[in-house]
């Protein structure tokens, strides 16, 4: 399988911006995807990279450096209903290898 | 906008029996992917079809097999169930084979006892 870390769990008060970060060592690299998945539900898109540098999508953005094996996903303003397991996820040979995910608890 | 379809939603099954999971993928998307996920695991990659032929395959047991259909649906197959197949079954679809990106169904809860 594929070598891709990312922490277990961060906590954040309402308001605040959090980042998370997603190491990986693959070959055949394809582009890296992140993911919210809340408990018992279907992940959901929430960004793509394939080229190095930041997308940004509303409150949410991503960054991607190659060279360096390495994303972070960018939440601001956070709100309580983002409270869920954000997935890292890579794309080799044109499929999907996921991290084991980040739980982001969003705090009042 | 139309989604990927998963059914059933909930099934129940006990061991050494078959179950069959369907999955609709969003109209013209022509690349289907199935994936198993664990209780606290994060999604491991079955099989994958483009164009109604096989196009990967991962972690997926001998008991079970999958297809996919002219309409591009794709179905399931488990054989001779074993406790430790209880799990989520996503189905994901995309555009092409390419995966730029790839979006889910709802999933299909499979527990067997």
């Known amino acids: 399988g594929q070598n891709i870390d990312q922490p277990t769990e961060m906590t954040a008060t309402e308001g605040a911006i959090v980042q998370i970060n997603c190491t990986y060592q693959?070959?055949?690299?394809?582009?890296l995807f992140w993911y919210q998945q809340h408990a018992g539900e279907a992940p959901t898109f929430l960004s793509y990279?394939?080229?190095?540098g930041l997308e940004e999508k509303g409150r949410f953005s991503s960054f991607l450096s190659r060279s360096k094996g390495y994303s972070y996903l960018l939440l601001k303003e956070l709100q309580m209903k983002d409270s869920a397991s954000y997935l890292c996820?890579?794309?080799?040979?044109?499929?999907?290898?996921f991290g084991a995910g980040t739980t982001v608890t969003v705090r009042a | 906008a139309a989604g990927v379809i998963q059914s059933p939603r909930h099934l129940i099954k006990e061991k050494r029996e078959t179950a069959t999971l369907k999955c609709y993928p969003i109209?013209?998307?022509?690349?289907v992917y199935w994936y198993q996920q664990g209780p606290g695991q994060d999604p491991q990659f079955l099989i994958s079809?483009?164009?109604?032929?096989?196009?990967d395959k991962g972690s997926i047991p001998d008991r079970f097999s999958a297809q996919q259909f002219s309409d591009y649906h794709s179905e399931l197959n488990m054989s001779s169930l074993e406790l430790g197949d209880s799990a989520l079954y996503f189905c994901?679809?995309?555009?092409?084979?390419?995966?730029?990106?790839?979006?889910f169904g709802q999933g299909t809860r499979l527990t067997v006892v």
């Open positions: 994901a679809s995309s555009l092409n084979v390419m995966n730029t990106e790839a979006f």
């Open positions: 693959t070959s055949g690299f394809n582009g």
């Open positions: 990279n394939v080229l190095d």
């Open positions: 996820a890579v794309s080799v040979d044109y499929k999907l290898s």
């Open positions: 109209p013209r998307h022509d690349t």
């Open positions: 079809f483009y164009e109604k032929m096989q196009s």
